[in-house]
């Protein structure tokens, strides 16, 4: 990204797609082979990823939620806050 406003822009809307999922209906799930599943909850022990489209100049981010230990790991790294939940952001594809 070339310059600090495209960064802040996707930033801004990484955290509100995220975390607020207004474009919820618009997502697709898929688990580590590439499959189709029915939704983020994973289920047994498999990891869910999700590709949602962001409102930032034609953007889909695919991610998946941040497990219990690297948030710990966050904690204890950072020296700043941390949230309790947490997202992945695999890749950024542009349309």
Do not use: C
Not at 5 to 26: H, K
Not at 42 to 48: A, H, K, N, Q
Not at 51 to 66: I, K, N
Request: hydrophobic share 35%.
């Amino acid at each position: 990204m070339a310059n600090a406003e495209d960064r802040t822009g996707l930033a801004d809307a990484l955290r509100v797609q995220l975390v607020n999922r207004p474009a919820a209906s618009r997502e697709i799930f898929f688990d580590s082979t590439g499959r189709r599943v029915p939704s983020a909850d994973p289920g047994e022990s498999r990891t869910v990823y999700t590709a949602t489209p962001l409102s930032f100049e034609g953007y889909t981010a695919v991610h998946r939620a941040m497990t219990e230990e690297e948030l710990k790991r966050l904690k204890r790294e950072q020296s700043r806050p941390v949230t309790d939940y947490g997202f992945f952001v695999i890749d950024l594809l542009h349309a």
